[in-house]
């Protein structure tokens, strides 16, 4: 899992798309009276105090005047919300959710990914290659990997440490 490190020694976990290298960073918050990141600066790996040099990457939080903690842009980039303060887009999602406010699932605006989905089991979102080809899943705190035969096609699933755990079968019309 990639680690963030804080200046005091503190590591956060956080799953990402590249889920088995190491950031090996530390990033630095900047935060408004109310609590809001405002600013987020991530530097090379230090256990110094106070670091030195230029960031690495340096990302601004903005936030709605009239509902404070509602994060407007990131970098500039809008982030849109319904009249009940749920996220609908940002980077290029859109985000659906269900009358009680949970989310239900989160596709690319084009509609050539599903990116993440609720249903009767959980909530699950998928990971997918720079080629837009789906990769894996994450689901129940789990990452678990497709396994595709010379056709592409999906024939199972296994999880990080290469167990097979899922078979998936498909008969003479490739009905799953």
């Known amino acids: ?14 799953f990402g798309k590249e889920a088995a ?15 809001n990141v405002t600013q987020k600066k ?11 040099g230029q960031p ?8 709605a005047d009239g509902w404070k903690d509602q994060m407007t842009a990131v970098d500039g980039q809008a982030v849109a919300y319904d009249t ?15 009358g009680n406010g949970i989310l239900t699932d989160v596709i690319k605006e084009d509609g050539s990914q599903i990116l993440g989905e609720k249903n009767a ?16 899943i994450y689901y129940k705190k789990s ?5 595709k035969n010379g056709q592409q096609d999906i024939i199972g699933l296994c999880d990080a440490s ?15």
């Open 143 to 147: 990452v678990y990997y497709y396994i």
């Open 84 to 98: 009940a303060g749920n996220m609908t887009a940002y980077k290029g999602r859109k985000y659906s959710w269900c």
């Open 1 to 14: 899992m990639p680690r963030i490190l804080s200046p005091g020694g503190n590591i956060f976990c956080k």
């Open 42 to 52: 991530v530097y090379a790996l230090s256990t110094q105090a106070n670091l030195e």
């Open 56 to 63: 690495e990457q340096t990302m601004v939080y903005a936030y």
């Open 162 to 176: 290469g167990q097979w755990v899922v078979d998936y079968s498909y008969d003479t019309g490739a009905i799953f």
């Open 121 to 136: 089991s959980g909530y699950q979102s998928y990971i997918y290659n720079s080629g837009g080809e789906i990769e894996a």
């Open 21 to 35: 290298l190491c950031l090996d960073k530390t990033i630095i918050y900047t935060r408004d009276a109310g609590g």
